[in-house]
């Protein structure tokens, strides 16, 4: 069974940074990709940052580009989300995700088919 687990969120200051950890276990191989997303009380979930494990392709949304860093860590089963600069329009609760597929280009396409349960992000003086 595929599990994921959020972890790094918190309150933190407008300027301010937090890491989350997205860490996966119970997959029968190594393909899979990792999305981010995020999803602010009374709005659409929206994606934020994805990893194409394969190529190390990228995408970051507009609204965090320059902010937000997506790494991965391949032995620990990891992946890392830098949030750096943050905002009080960052405040949601971040949810990673794997899917089978990635196609990045002007967007991020996957299936997603497994998620976290996601941490929370609050961004606030």
């Known amino acids: 069974e595929v599990q994921l687990v959020e972890s790094g969120g918190g309150l933190v200051q407008p300027g301010g940074s937090l890491r989350l950890s997205c860490a996966a276990s119970?997959?029968?191989?190594?393909?899979?990709?990792i999305g981010w997303f995020r999803q602010a009380p009374g709005r659409e979930r929206e994606v934020v940052s994805c990893?194409?494990?394969?190529?190390?392709?990228?995408y970051y949304a507009e609204s965090v580009k320059g902010r937000f860093t997506i790494s991965s860590d391949h032995p620990k089963n990891t992946v890392y989300l830098q949030m750096d600069s943050l905002k009080p329009e960052d405040t949601a609760v971040y949810y990673c995700?794997?899917?089978?597929?990635?196609?990045?280009?002007?967007?991020?396409?996957?299936?997603?088919?497994?998620w976290g349960q996601g941490t929370q992000v609050t961004v606030s003086s």
């Open positions: 119970g997959f029968t191989s190594d393909e899979y990709h």
């Open positions: 990893l194409d494990r394969t190529d190390g392709i990228t």
């Open positions: 995700a794997t899917s089978s597929w990635m196609i990045i280009g002007k967007m991020c396409a996957g299936n997603f088919a497994s």
